[in-house]
């Protein structure tokens, strides 16, 4: 009871001596700096808002013009336009106050003028992206056309810092392709799988599409693309992800690892302390948009739309579709700990905790003995569990009293923090603790894990941690930048030689609070039991291997000259090509943050192309030569599918879209109905590395990330996750189904480091053969 009592500010009574008032100055006094934190944070955001919206214009710039004119109008010169005196005529009063203000009507109304047609000029120079396909080889020139694009980007971007939204009203709108386009790109796209009768069949579908409904159904994408931000990405958000009805658990939501190498410290408190500290300043960097936006090149800015969700927020269930909520303040965590959840405040008297302060807490946590109340251990079940399912029980179980309060507790927190009574991480002797380690944070025990939270940090008991986030509000590069930051931060921070964070605490901060729950019903114990065993199934049935291979890596495919994704690219065809002994339609993701609000696109990356290659590295009768030359000649298309997915050339979202038209319409397409249908066997995510200059791999050699990884998307194919980090490391995660027979995330694994050995070897052979060549002229 001593949380409610504390919970009231004032209480007052009518006795027969009058009024009797009691206020609580602890209470009113946190209300009273809560009040005053939102009050400053919607100052900040009002400054920021100004500031974007003027850039690449700088405020001082109108204050410096303002003054000009003032100096010139009082010093008899004209003023352009004769602005101060149209100024003048519609003002008061001619005096010299009058004339100030008249300057200062004229300088706006040319600094406005002068920022946006330089915010237009902007705008209409990133539509450019003939950049991205000129050649990066030693020695290729740079045409004429894209050098004078880029002397015009750095001068109008380069002179003034961007905050974290000030490219938004610059960045261009996803660009809508032409229906014959997009159906021309699909049916190469589609030919290496199809035999030539089926081929036919499809080409005929594809044409009586683009020649019927099509047309209606473009109009009216059209009509969206001019009117929304962005014409997919909403829809993307509802139908793919909102409107799924299976468990989010391993299907949906995705994770990351921790940098292996590093170890700072054994102590789970510390870690968790200083992770969660550094967490909280990432987010204070977004609310006050000091953080710089993510640039290609050093030029080209990337939309920043999806940080705005990263704390704070929650995928709350419903029967149809789900809703994401985000909270515009949070002042707490959760945490998870030995089947019980506790409300760990972060601020105090105005300020975030430092890492010490939170450390102590965590402690805290650590050292309680309570137990769990019943149903409480198994709770976050629900959330791994159907979402129609937890939607019914979250309506009728959860929407008064204790089960009420505690919910919006954790649903309001700027995260979910899972402190797991047991050891993982990465073990140099053991190869197998990787695999460990990432079932672990892709699924945990299938209830210890708030599946709904944007995102979950995850901390063993030595020490290690890593996250499990939620798919709906963002892609993989968000949640990657801001563990670049934290992993910089850490390092940059330390710890004491004993494992703690430094500094004292001057004074206690606050105490961890139980979260209270009446669970004791059987229809609620009885829909998490269900929950728990779906979860438990799912969970099961998951096989994850994670492959470190450190023979070659980013060094050796640049002496390649090629790309580096469409290496990997080509030796997972190879390798699926080996398991499976036949090719099937390929998922690579690739961005498109290059334009407002940008998501994904797909890559196709099995290839016409690609499959000439990989027939030829399994036919014993094959040159050198020829190997040597498809090989280049596929990445080369490869290449090419990516860049245009990232121009807005897709195909695929400009399919879904004209799906999603003709469900509305309710007209049917044996087209769409066919594209549709046709499974990703082979879905594939490169994670990024290195989005930020603060990694750097020659100062920092051993912060070396595993990346992260999700689970297998068709029942009969493989998920795969790979990252490149540094010069000669690789990790690839293999994700697939116990369940289904034709498929072995170990065999894949194998394959794998087959593939990389055999492409080595064909580069190393192809060059001994070319020297030989040489040295005999």
Known sequence: MAEAHSAVAFSFAITHDGWDVNFDREVLYLVWESGLRSWKKRLARFRNSVSNGVYPGHLQSLYFLWALLVAAHF?????????????????????????????????????????????????????YKGWMYESRAPGARISLKTMLWVSVVKVLSGWNKP?????????????????????????????????????????????????????????????????????????????????????????????????????????????????????????????????EPIMLQNMVPLCSWQYERLFNTVRVPGVETDKLVHYQDSTH??????????????????????????????????????????????????????????????QTMFNRGHNRTSLHCIERAAFNVCLDDKDYGYDENDPSSLDEYGRILLHGQGHDRWFDKSFNLCFSKNGFVGFNAEHTWADAPVMGHLWEYVIWSELQH???????????IDTPPPLPIRLQWDLNKEELLKAIDVSYNVAQTLLNDVDLRILMYTQYGKGFMKSCRVSPDAFIQLLLQLSYYRDAGRFCLTYEASMTRLFREGRTETVRSCTVESTAWVKAMEDPNASLQERMELFIKACKRHQLGYQDAMAGRGIDRHLFCLYVVSKYLELESPFLQEVFNEPWRLSTSQTPHGQTSMLDMKKYPKCVSAGGGFGPVADDGYGVSYIIVGEDTIFFHVSSKKSCRITSSSNFVKQIERSLKDIRD???????????????K
């Open 75 to 127: 010093g008899g010169f004209n003023i352009p336009f004769g602005l101060v005196q149209k100024a003048l005529a519609i003002l008061p009063g001619t005096s010299t106050m009058w004339q100030v203000i008249a300057c200062l009507l004229a300088a706006l109304t040319m600094w406005l003028s002068v920022i946006f047609l330089m915010r237009y000029l902007l705008k209409v120079l990133l539509m």
């Open 163 to 291: 905050r974290l939204y000030s490219f938004q009203g610059s960045l261009p709108r996803l660009p809508l392709p032409s229906v014959k386009d997009t159906m021309s790109r699909y049916l190469i796209s589609v030919r290496p799988l199809l035999d030539d009768e089926n081929y036919k069949r499809v080409e005929r579908l594809a044409k009586e599409f683009e020649e019927t409904i099509a047309v209606k159904l473009q109009r009216f994408l059209i009509l969206k693309s001019w009117w929304s931000s962005n014409y997919v990405s909403d829809w993307w958000e509802e139908y793919v992800y909102l409107r799924g009805r299976s468990p989010l658990m391993v299907n949906s939501n995705f994770y990351g690892t921790d940098a292996i190498l590093l170890r700072p410290t054994t102590s789970q408190a510390a870690r968790a302390g200083a992770i969660i500290h550094f967490c909280l300043q990432f987010r204070r960097l977004i609310e006050r948009q000091e953080l």
């Open 333 to 394: 965590v959760t945490v998870y700990h030995k089947g019980r959840y506790f409300k760990l405040m972060v601020y105090s008297r105005g300020r975030l905790l430092r890492p010490v302060e939170i450390q102590a807490q965590i402690q805290q946590i650590l050292d309680d003995k309570s137990q769990p109340v019943i149903g409480e251990e198994r709770l976050a079940a629900l959330t791994a569990g159907e979402r129609s399912h937890w939607a019914h029980i979250r």
């Open 494 to 504: 330390g710890y004491t030689p004993e494992g703690n964070t430094h500094g004292t």
């Open 762 to 776: 064909l580069f190393t052979e192809y060059n001994k053969l070319k020297n030989n060549g040489k040295n005999k």
